[in-house]
């Protein structure tokens, strides 16, 4: 499964787009070895949970 990652180091920052995630099993593990214990807060948003409102239409043909 792919995943959004969103994430901070302090929680005054806003959640931020950092990368994409595929995992299977155990995406908290996957996701602490990728990003390292640095942050304070990893979000996973898992990428059929998205709902694109608007998207470039090259993606929309190839993805």
Do not use: I, S
């Amino acid at each position: 499964m792919r995943y959004l990652v969103f994430a901070r180091k302090a929680y005054a920052e806003p959640l931020r787009y950092q990368d994409v995630l595929e995992a299977e099993g155990n995406p908290k593990g996957k996701a602490e070895q990728a990003f390292g214990e640095e942050w304070l807060e990893v979000v996973l948003v898992p990428e059929t949970a998205v709902r694109w409102v608007v998207r470039e239409r090259e993606e929309v043909a190839h993805g």
